[in-house]
């Protein structure tokens, strides 16, 4: 179902749920991170309670997160937008992630099991083996977030999902407009060898270059379609 201008959603009936505002915000998120929501798109609250037979309350709670979490912004005349990244929010969140993916990567090495690493070898086989360009962008988060969970460093975590949430849509675009699939795969595979040698600083080296090179690739293509569109595109 289409709500309001550019504006797809699956509604789902949540009118005695307790916690309808967590609900609300993952089903918004999800929408946002996987592009049917759009750079630009209004959250029009009296659509989105309609849509999921709740009041408009649990609505507000749920755009009030995803602010926080900067993947919408509420402007006095318009209400609640999807906002995008610029090439320098980008890119300041890239160099941010370059830091705590490979302090945390460094940190769970010495704690992963056989299990682990199977677990991380299995997604990366499925991420390899997939054509499905919407489940890139899920299998890479579930690759690295795999291996980072055994550095029992919660707030780390926590907050590099926060990160992870405001790259996503440009990771995936990345990946299937810059043919980036393939060199993901074989530096997933890389990372995943050195954390089954037990080799610490080789995963966190690694992790960065690979994290460096995504980004110098969704730079260019976000340079171009600046130079291509005008200023205005530098959301897109």
């Known amino acids: 179902m289409r709500v309001g201008a550019g504006m797809a959603l699956q509604g789902v009936d949540i009118s005695r749920t307790v916690s309808a505002g967590g609900l609300v915000f993952e089903a918004l998120r999800r929408a946002i991170i996987e592009g049917s929501l759009k750079d630009g798109d209004?959250?029009?609250?009296?659509?989105?309670?309609?849509?999921?037979?709740?009041?408009?309350?649990?609505?507000?709670?749920?755009?009030?997160?995803?602010?926080?979490?900067?993947?919408?912004k509420n402007?006095?005349?318009?209400?609640?937008?999807?906002?995008?990244?610029?090439i320098a929010e980008a890119s300041e969140i890239f160099d941010f992630r370059c830091?705590?993916?490979?302090?945390?990567?460094?940190?769970?090495?010495?704690?992963?099991?056989?299990d682990v690493i199977?677990?991380?070898?299995?997604?990366?086989?499925?991420?390899?083996?997939?054509?499905?360009?919407?489940?890139?962008?899920?299998?890479?988060?579930?690759?690295?977030?795999?291996?980072?969970?055994?550095?029992?460093?919660?707030?780390?975590?926590?907050t590099l999902s926060n990160a992870m949430d405001r790259l996503d849509r440009y990771v995936r675009a990345q990946l299937l407009l810059t043919e980036g699939h393939a060199r993901a795969h074989a530096e997933h595979l890389e990372i995943l060898e050195a954390c089954a040698r037990g080799d610490a600083d080789a995963a966190a080296r690694l992790t960065t270059a690979h994290i460096r090179h995504a980004h110098a690739v969704l730079r260019e293509h976000l340079a171009k379609i600046q130079a291509t569109f005008g200023a205005s595109a530098e959301t897109a």
């Open 118 to 158: 199977a677990e991380a070898r299995a997604i990366c086989d499925a991420f390899s083996a997939t054509d499905d360009p919407m489940r890139w962008g899920d299998l890479n988060r579930a690759f690295h977030m795999t291996l980072y969970r055994a550095s029992n460093l919660p707030f780390h975590l926590g």
């Open 99 to 114: 830091i705590i993916d490979a302090h945390v990567i460094r940190a769970a090495v010495p704690h992963m099991t056989p």
């Open 42 to 72: 209004s959250l029009r609250q009296d659509e989105i309670a309609r849509l999921f037979n709740t009041s408009r309350i649990p609505v507000r709670e749920a755009i009030t997160m995803l602010e926080q979490q900067g993947l919408v």
């Open 75 to 86: 402007h006095r005349f318009k209400g609640a937008v999807v906002v995008g990244l610029s």
